[in-house]
């Protein structure tokens, strides 16, 4: 492979962006080589711009639940676009889209479309501030609920990567209203719920936690969160983002029986384009401007592009549920793979994660939070990356981020990725 190309651009697009991306694990810093820069995609496959071809296990980081460039998607985004680009003003897909989005999860009775995760989560927390009258909010330490201040605090994904887990440029003021706890870590939430009474607006929680590698709920979390938030008179926020309409048609209310107050979505529901969303019942979403005093506003929100490729890859969802269980064998195929080298290994459906902890044995148990997630040994991950992807397989240039299986990942690709990861030498790379 030569990524002559690709390394002409880098040069050329660190002089005008800093690091030479538009979002920073993108930089592949942490994996000690540079970036590939792409050329165009189809299913499973990405191509760059020197003509090397990658299985994707990135999907976008998340959207790409039919795989790349999905012909239906593509037609009713090109459909779309024949009619203008931006209204700022209502369209009926708008109203489709949210009818859709209610069907799947019935909890949210009303929606609001945005135009990133970022802003879905900012704008949930605002309403529960909004609704309950309160500050603070509890979050979890790993999980990453966007870029904006008060969430910026013990922060999975790019944070966790660049080992930066609270940002700089956040106000004190900000970052005091967010309270910290470890995931899994039942005893430390009810402390903070207790010592914070009646102070708390919401918990805000990735129901399964995929930004500090892929780490489920442990048996009764969810329960528990709810039973407290309950308790306490606080919301629940399920941060979707990267869960919704990817663990099942539902997302992890569905999966896990739990419900939560408000839900934020991102990625599958813009089906590849810069879309976003949060809800809940009426009750709370009335307070969001201008039923109410909540004030959020945005001049691309439910643009009608973005809003063509979330009905289209909603419908395609929804007409064929069967996705769901053929990503979820797939993926465990590939755990397996992962599993019968020694590594610890962690999946929920379509989301799993390899970890490389050194010395690693079955009995040690389940990485199930940040404290257990940074035990594992980056060298060897970006190893471990670049051997992969040298035999043409993309993960996510992070041991921080999901391997994301999409309904284009045929069994043939499937086994070509489980083959490359038996061929990979591990004790070389943990030496
Ligand atoms: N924070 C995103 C993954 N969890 C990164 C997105 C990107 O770099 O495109």
Redesign the pocket.
């Known amino acids: 492979m030569n990524w002559n190309r690709s390394e002409e651009l880098f040069d050329k697009a660190r002089q005008l962006m800093p690091g030479g991306v538009n979002?920073?694990?993108?930089a592949f810093q942490a994996v000690g080589r540079h970036p590939f820069f792409v050329e165009r995609a189809q299913g499973p496959w990405l191509i760059d711009v020197d003509g090397n071809r990658y299985l994707d296990y990135v999907c976008?980081?998340g959207p790409g639940i039919l795989g790349h460039a999905h012909p239906r998607v593509v037609e009713a985004v090109r459909r779309a676009c024949t009619k203008g680009l931006t209204f700022g003003a209502p369209t009926a897909g708008e109203v489709e889209l949210a009818e859709r989005i209610s069907t799947c999860v019935p909890d949210v009775e009303m929606v609001r479309l945005v135009s990133s995760g970022t802003e879905a989560v900012m704008s949930a927390v605002r309403a529960a501030r909004g609704y309950t009258g309160r500050e603070k909010i509890l979050k979890f330490s790993g999980n990453?609920h966007g870029h904006s201040d008060g969430l910026l605090v013990k922060a999975g994904?790019?944070l966790m990567t660049q080992s930066v887990p609270d940002s700089a440029g956040v106000p004190e003021g900000y970052a005091s209203c967010t309270l910290t706890a470890a995931y899994n870590d039942m005893e430390c939430v009810q402390r903070l719920m207790e010592e914070n009474a009646g102070k708390v607006a919401a918990i805000v929680v990735e129901p399964v936690a995929a930004?500090m590698g892929v780490v489920p709920p442990k048996k009764g979390f969810l329960e528990f969160l709810r039973q407290i938030t309950y308790k306490h008179g606080s919301l629940l926020i399920f941060d979707e983002v990267i869960t919704g309409f990817r663990l099942a048609l539902g997302g992890a209310s569905a999966y896990t029986g739990v419900h939560a107050d408000l839900y934020t979505f991102g990625k599958i529901v813009g089906g590849g384009m810069p879309l976003a969303a949060y809800g809940g019942s009426r009750d709370i979403m009335s307070l969001v401007a201008p039923l109410g005093a909540v004030y959020q506003a945005g001049t691309l929100a439910g643009n009608p592009a973005a809003v063509a490729a979330g009905i289209e890859t909603l419908k395609i969802l929804m007409e064929d549920p069967g996705i769901y269980e053929r990503i979820d064998r797939r993926a465990g195929m590939l755990a397996e793979a992962f599993r019968s080298r020694g590594l610890a290994v962690n999946r929920t459906g379509s989301l799993l994660s390899a970890f490389f902890i050194p010395g690693y044995r079955e009995e040690d148990g389940r990485v199930e939070n940040y404290e257990d997630a940074c035990k594992c040994d980056r060298e060897a991950f970006a190893a471990y990356f670049n051997r992969m992807l040298e035999r043409g397989i993309y993960v996510a240039p992070s041991q921080f981020?999901a391997m994301f299986v999409s309904d284009a990942h045929e069994e043939e690709e499937i086994a070509m990725t489980c083959k490359a990861v038996a061929d990979v030498e591990l004790t070389e790379i943990f030496s």
């Open positions: 979002s920073p694990v993108r976008s980081w990453y994904s790019g930004n981020e």
